[in-house]
Every structure is written in structure tokens, then in C-alpha cells.
């Protein structure tokens, strides 16, 4: 079998080799990136707008009730801690961002570079907004789901 090796010798190819068609592309369309924009999911899309509606919603809600902190415990928690104000400017931001970014990144379906950095702060402070929100809605559904639980644990017995 080592005699054969010896004995193979290359081809030679009658035509030109083709030019680096790679290697032209990537010098002539090699764009960083921030200048391509990335297509977002549908689910993304919706959860992007129903975080604006809810912060929109709920800035509302601020701006009817200002003194909706120092009501009662629920209001210290809805409102971070008895600060209404940070949470409408929490909520603020995220509605405004949202507005902006809209229209440059095609109704919230795609983004790139400072588009998407836009997008992360407008994410970022949606969700601070309703933290306390999302925190009582969360306790009253255990709550219920206990409650519910020692209902049928009850009935089961009878």
C-alpha cells in the first residue's frame, strides 16, 4: 500500500482556479452588528406591546390616584415601596421609549444596535414598573390556588 501512495500523483486541472468569491463578499459586505437589524419573533412583538399597554395602564392609574402609596399595604406594594413617583417614572420611560423605537424598528418587529439597546431599557424599566404589580397578582393567585386546594381537600372528605 505505500508503493501506491507514491505512484498517485495530483490531478491537474485544465481551467483557471475561480476567483475567492468568499473573500469578496466579505470585503465589499461585511457590515457590523448593529446596522443589521434582527427580526423578532411574533411572541416577542406581543409581549413587547402588552408590556406597553400594562405600563401605560398603569401609569394611568398613577397619574388618577397619586396618592394611591399611602393607602394601605397594597398601595406600598404596588408602588414599590410607597413611591409613586418612581414607578410613573419608571412607567413614563417605558411608554416613551416605546414610542420612539416603533416606528425605527418597523412596529416592534425589527432591531438592531441602539434600536435594540432601546428596546432592553424600554424592557428593563416596564418590568421595575410592575413588579409590584405582578407581585400582588402573584400572592392573590396562591392565595386562591391554597384556597381553592383546602376547598376540594374539604369536599373530598364529605
Known amino acids: ?37 434582527a427580526r423578532l419573533s411574533p411572541v416577542e412583538t406581543a409581549a413587547l406591546w402588552t408590556l406597553f399597554a400594562l405600563n401605560a395602564a398603569f401609569g394611568a392609574c398613577l397619574l ?31 411608554v416613551g421609549a416605546t414610542i420612539v423605537v416603533t416606528p425605527l424598528t418597523r412596529g416592534l418587529t425589527r432591531a438592531g444596535g441602539a434600536r435594540l439597546a432601546l428596546l432592553a431599557v424600554a424592557v428593563l424599566t416596564g418590568v421595575a414598573a410592575v413588579a409590584g404589580v405582578v ?6 393567585a396562591l392565595g386562591l390556588a391554597v384556597a381553592l386546594g383546602l376547598l376540594f ?6
Not at 402609596?69 to 398601595?75: E, V, Y
Not at 404596588?78 to 417605558?94: E, M
Not at 407581585?135 to 392573590?140: C, G, K, P, S, T
Request: charged share 20%; aromatic share 2%.
Open 135 to 140: 407581585a400582588v397578582v402573584v400572592v392573590v
Open 64 to 94: 388618577a390616584v397619586p396618592d394611591i402609596g399611602s393607602a394601605n399595604l397594597l398601595g406600598m406594594i404596588i408602588t414599590l415601596g410607597g413611591r409613586p413617583t418612581l414607578a410613573l417614572v419608571l412607567a413614563g420611560s417605558c
Open 1 to 37: 500500500m505505500e508503493g501506491q501512495e507514491g505512484s498517485l500523483a495530483p490531478l491537474a486541472l485544465d481551467r483557471d482556479d475561480p476567483p475567492n468569491v468568499l473573500e469578496e463578499f466579505l470585503q465589499e459586505r461585511v457590515r457590523g452588528w448593529g446596522s443589521v437589524p
Open 153 to 158: 381537600v374539604v369536599i373530598d372528605r364529605l
